[in-house]
Nanobody, 120 residues
Framework: QVQLQESGPGLVKPSQTLSLTCTVS??????????WSWIRQPPEKGLEWIGY???????SYNPSLKSRTSISRDTSTNQFSLQLSSVTPEDTAVYYC????????????WGNGTLVTVSS
């Protein structure tokens, strides 16, 4: 059974870079099955896809966030990471990592989510 767990700081100051890591257990992130995504949900708003990294290491990003987003992976630790630069309070959200065999839009596996607050 594949499981995902997000980790990272819960508080980030404005203009800094938000960094989160997702640890994958139960399968290798290089197995040609899943696209590994980051998704967020701001308070009282809907889910927003941020981007994914595929099993070959290719990436795809939400155009509205692309200029500030980088998703990478570490195959030695079976983790993938999110970096979101120049954050503002509008980036406050619960951040989820997720796995999808479709690429995006439908996710078979979810992490529990982690709240990141952007505040000075």
């Amino acid at each position: 059974q594949v499981q995902l767990q997000e980790s990272g700081p819960g508080l980030v100051k404005p203009s800094q870079t938000l960094s989160l890591t997702c640890t994958v257990s139960g399968d290798s992130i290089t197995t040609p099955t899943y696209f590994w995504s980051w998704i967020r949900q701001p308070p009282e708003k809907g889910l927003e896809w941020i981007g994914y990294i595929g099993y070959l290491g290719s990436t795809s990003y939400n155009p509205s966030l692309k200029s500030r987003t980088s998703i990478s992976r570490d195959t030695s630790t079976n983790q993938f990471s999110l970096q979101l630069s120049s954050v503002t309070p509008e980036d406050t959200a619960v951040y989820y990592c997720a796995g999808s065999t479709y690429g995006q839009g439908k996710y078979e596996i979810w992490g529990n989510g982690t709240l990141v607050t952007v505040s000075s």
